[in-house]
């Protein structure tokens, strides 16, 4: 089966570097991908690993190791505006995944 | 249009009807998805449309759901005979192509079932 796991709730203070972890355990992921998502809000995309590495975003990185079956969102300088809840989803051909989100709250 | 647009925003509804929610894809996204999300849960993966191509339909929870992409543009959902655990937010999203792409999100239609 499909299935990704991620820590259910992360805190951090303001401007510190936070890593959010994502395993999984798959028949095989095309790529991963992590979303964020403000409470009430919709989901924002914010990047798509498509092969091994970091790929960087501006604060915002990501990686993958299909290897390891892991992947990871790392946010540097964090800002309060940051709190919010990520998803780690990999797709499958025509489906994708979801892990079942991390809670980032960000304190001053 | 600007940005995915999804209507209703809100739906209430008693147990047993059929419920109808339509998403607008951003212009040219030729690839549009649907999701649901439960109150404080992750994102379910129903179904996704790309170009003309017929859909997976193995996501959708049960044969109850049905979704339908007319002239590769918008999207309706369709639950019928819904039941209180359908009660969720439905989520539309398009992206220009496939998976890889950015996918945008609409607002959601929050389904109230009674």
């Known amino acids: 089966g499909q299935s990704l796991e991620q820590p259910s709730e992360v805190t951090a203070v303001e401007g510190a570097i936070v890593q959010i972890n994502c395993t999984y355990q798959?028949?095989?992921?095309?790529?991963l991908s992590w979303y964020q998502q403000h409470d009430g809000g919709a989901p924002t995309f914010l990047s798509y690993?498509?092969?091994?590495g970091l790929e960087e975003t501006g604060r915002f990185s990501s990686f993958l190791s299909r290897s390891d079956s892991y992947g990871y969102l790392l946010l540097q300088e964090l800002q309060m505006k940051d709190s919010a809840s990520y998803f780690c989803?990999?797709?499958?051909?025509?489906?994708?995944?979801f892990g079942s989100g991390t809670k980032l709250n960000v304190k001053p | 249009g600007a940005g995915v647009s999804q209507s209703p925003s809100n739906k209430v509804t008693e147990k047993g009807k059929d419920v109808e929610l339509r998403c607008d894809p951003i212009?040219?996204?030729?690839?549009l998805y649907w999701y649901r999300q439960s109150l404080g849960q992750g994102l379910e993966f129903l179904i996704y449309?790309?170009?003309?191509?017929?859909?997976?339909k193995s996501g959708l929870p049960s044969d109850r759901f049905s979704a339908e992409r007319t002239g590769g543009s918008v999207s309706t959902l369709t639950i019928q005979r819904t039941q209180q655990e359908d009660s969720a937010v439905y989520l539309c999203?398009?992206?220009?192509?496939?998976?890889?792409?950015?996918?945008?999100f609409g607002p959601g239609t929050r389904l109230l079932v009674l």
């Open positions: 212009s040219g996204h030729t690839a």
């Open positions: 449309f790309q170009g003309n191509s017929a859909p997976d």
């Open positions: 989803a990999g797709d499958n051909f025509n489906k994708f995944y």
């Open positions: 999203a398009s992206s220009l192509a496939g998976l890889q792409e950015t996918q945008y």
């Open positions: 798959t028949s095989g992921f095309y790529g």
């Open positions: 690993n498509a092969l091994d």
